[in-house]
């Protein structure tokens, strides 16, 4: 009996799964998962790619700027600018989304670019809920800008499209080298809640004089979305005015989450000597004279740069010693009658007088920007983090002494080694 049952199962089950009735039980699952599928909106309808988002503070309004990658075939309509304002951050988003009839994804913003009012003001509230809202995520880039928010927007929108270049990367550049500062959200972070509270952007420029190390971009016209709290630009049409992005190596310091000074290229290169993830770069010296150099000017490019710092007490005086070690490579020299001494490839072109050229002129540089330190009471070089490391309590004495003005009473010790590649 049981055999008999267990054949006639074995026929129900081969009859419901031959080969025919398998490929019309594939066709009902495939319906069934892809119908809905084919009902729902394509998300670049639904969704407006944001790929930077400027915020600034005008006439008492937060009043912000997107920048959204918008898919066509036509390169040239890949890119618009949609703004909106507010009472509040949120408020000035949801204006934009409502103007043009679609939520705003952030999944792609890599720029946050604050304006000069609300660095003024202070960033703290609006970079708060970016991320606590999680529209834009702590390694996107933060800049900050001079000029109109609408004008600046488009400008990158422009830059995007016509030189293949991004904002991001040209802020950012390489930390390797000390001409730049590492500068997105989660560095800001760190460091405004780090007990010094101190932040760092890179600050670019909109201007319309063309300078040395401006980027060209072309403006255009202005339209209406749609609602009186949102306009938008688009990336075409009407007459140009031309417009140039200038990223000169200017830093914007924070101070409490508030604009406090910006730093300038020359400023930022020296106070970079005391960062160890700054490696390469270039020291340029002068009037050097030996066997081999007449009153030269040398261009010394930075192969590597080791960095050594060790916070310690004399008595009751904090000691902060810096040890330098660069290895280097010869890349120009200067002279006003070359001589063919310096075509000679069988010699080391690094001689003594140079060495002690290249060490004065790097002590001059970092004895500088401490000095840049002291006067404006900023510690950018970490003076307060290496000797709150060692845990002890004459720190905390002199602390307690020396107030916010502590840099000013440290013995700063400067050693510096240099060697050639070879």
Request: net charge neutral; proline share 2%.
């Amino acid at each position: 009996m049981k055999t008999k049952q267990k054949s006639e199962i074995k026929k129900k089950l081969k009859s419901i799964f031959s080969p025919k009735k398998l490929v019309l039980w594939l066709s009902i699952l495939i319906l069934i998962f892809t119908v809905p599928a084919f009902n729902k909106s394509a998300m670049s309808q639904t969704q407006a790619i944001v790929t930077m988002l400027c915020v600034d503070k005008v006439d008492d309004k937060i009043k912000v700027a997107a920048t959204v990658l918008t898919p066509s075939q036509d390169k040239k309509a890949n890119f618009q600018v949609y703004s909106g304002e507010g009472d509040t951050l949120g408020y000035a988003v949801d204006s934009i989304s409502l103007a043009i009839g679609k939520e705003m994804g952030f999944a792609q913003c890599k720029i946050m670019a604050l304006g000069e009012n609300i660095c003024k003001e202070g960033v703290m509230q609006a970079l708060d809920y970016m991320t606590r809202t999680k529209k834009v995520g702590r390694n996107a880039v933060l800049v900050s800008f001079t000029g109109d928010i609408i004008d600046f927007t488009q400008a990158v929108a422009n830059l995007n499209l016509e030189k293949s270049l991004r904002l991001d990367r040209i802020v950012s550049f390489d930390k390797r080298y000390i001409l730049t500062q590492d500068s997105n959200i989660e560095t800001f972070y760190i460091g405004y809640y780090s007990p010094i509270s101190l932040g760092i952007m890179s600050k670019v420029k909109l201007s319309t004089n063309e300078e040395f190390n401006a980027i060209e971009v072309a403006g255009s016209d202005v339209g209406n979305a749609g609602g009186s709290n949102s306009d938008m630009t688009s990336t075409g049409g009407g007459q140009e005015d031309k417009k140039f992005i200038m990223n000169d190596g200017t830093v914007s310091l924070f101070k409490q989450g508030k604009h406090y000074i910006d730093m300038s290229l020359d400023e930022v290169k020296k106070a970079n000597i005391f960062v160890n993830d700054a490696q390469k770069g270039t020291v340029v010296v002068d009037n050097v004279t030996d066997h081999i150099y007449s009153d030269a000017k040398v261009v010394v490019n930075i192969l590597k740069k080791d960095i050594s710092i060790e916070p310690s007490f004399n008595n009751d005086t904090p000691v902060y010693k810096t040890d330098v070690s660069l290895t280097v490579f010869i890349d120009e020299v200067i002279e006003e009658n070359p001589s063919k001494r310096l075509l000679k490839r069988n010699q080391d072109f690094l001689t003594n007088a140079l060495i002690e050229k290249i060490k004065e002129k790097m002590e001059t540089d970092m004895r500088e920007i401490v000095a840049y330190c002291q006067d404006y009471k900023i510690d950018l070089l970490g003076v307060y983090k290496h000797f709150y490391a060692l845990e002890n309590k004459k720190f905390e004495k002199y602390l307690d002494e020396k107030g916010e003005d502590y840099l000013s009473g440290i013995d700063y010790q400067i050693n510096i080694k240099v060697k050639s590649e070879n």
